[in-house]
């Protein structure tokens, strides 16, 4: 289940964000700027989707995600990358993404939409729960990056059911599927840690 999440990683680096990274480079931008900019744009984002302007959120969502395939190129590509940088580059990715479902929940909180409020709760916690999973995985020494729906693919849902117009069936993908990826990684982990302590 990686093989097509790291091949369509691998040929956007080479084909998008490699060329990109250069030029940002080549302007003295910092990877850790670009991180801090990504996360400007997804309060942004949570900001139009509170305000009901889904669609345009959705858009600069998509926006803000594509900054998070730079800050690692100009990392690599610049020769800085460091252990802070990959920490905050994480939480970074995890705050932003909580702050969309946020933006998502005050949308249908103010509307009087329980449906819609709970789904977004869910969809954070959820997604929260598939993050968690992968790094304790790895603290563990184990990989952790298996299962359907990481945090790409999770981007792609809700992007498409804000911009399509069906945010609440993206929400309740996301929900089914992200529960299910933290059940294989609990398995996953499970099969290689059989026999420790």
Same mark, same amino acid.
């Given at each position: 289940?990686?093989?097509? /999440?790291?091949?369509?990683?691998?040929?956007?680096? /080479?084909?998008?964000?490699?060329?990109?990274?250069?030029?940002?480079?080549?302007?003295?931008?910092?990877?850790?700027?670009?991180?801090?900019?990504?996360?400007?744009?997804?309060?942004?984002?949570?900001?139009?989707?509170?305000?009901? %302007?889904?669609?345009?959120?959705?858009?600069?969502?998509?926006?803000?995600?594509?900054?998070?395939?730079?800050?690692?190129?100009?990392?690599?590509?610049?020769?800085?990358?460091?252990?802070?940088?990959?920490?905050?580059?994480?939480?970074?990715? %995890?705050?932003?993404?909580?702050?969309?479902?946020?933006?998502?929940?005050?949308?249908?909180? /103010?509307?009087?939409?329980?449906?819609?409020?709970?789904?977004?709760?869910?969809?954070?916690?959820?997604?929260?729960?598939?993050?968690?999973?992968?790094? /304790?995985?790895?603290?563990?020494?184990?990989?952790?990056?298996?299962?359907?729906?990481?945090?790409?693919?999770?981007?792609?849902?809700?992007?498409?059911?804000?911009?399509?117009?069906?945010?609440?069936?993206?929400?309740?993908?996301?929900?089914?599927?992200?529960?299910?990826?933290?059940?294989? %990684?609990?398995?996953?982990?499970? %099969?290689?840690?059989?026999?420790?302590?």
């Amino acid at each position: 289940m990686k093989a097509p /999440r790291l091949h369509a990683k691998q040929w956007a680096e /080479r084909r998008v964000s490699g060329p990109i990274a250069r030029l940002l480079i080549a302007l003295h931008i910092p990877a850790s700027a670009i991180t801090l900019a990504g996360l400007a744009v997804a309060g942004g984002a949570a900001y139009l989707i509170a305000e009901g %302007r889904l669609l345009v959120g959705g858009a600069v969502m998509l926006a803000g995600a594509a900054l998070d395939m730079l800050d690692g190129a100009v990392a690599r590509l610049a020769n800085s990358a460091s252990r802070f940088g990959a920490y905050l580059d994480s939480v970074a990715d %995890r705050a932003g993404e909580a702050v969309v479902f946020f933006g998502l929940l005050a949308f249908y909180a /103010r509307d009087g939409h329980l449906l819609g409020a709970y789904l977004a709760f869910a969809a954070a916690i959820a997604a929260m729960l598939v993050s968690y999973s992968r790094a /304790r995985a790895e603290g563990l020494g184990v990989t952790g990056d298996v299962g359907l729906l990481g945090r790409p693919e999770r981007i792609v849902v809700l992007g498409a059911g804000l911009l399509l117009g069906y945010p609440l069936y993206a929400m309740g993908v996301i929900v089914a599927l992200a529960l299910l990826t933290s059940l294989q %990684r609990l398995w996953h982990v499970h %099969r290689n840690t059989r026999g420790g302590e």
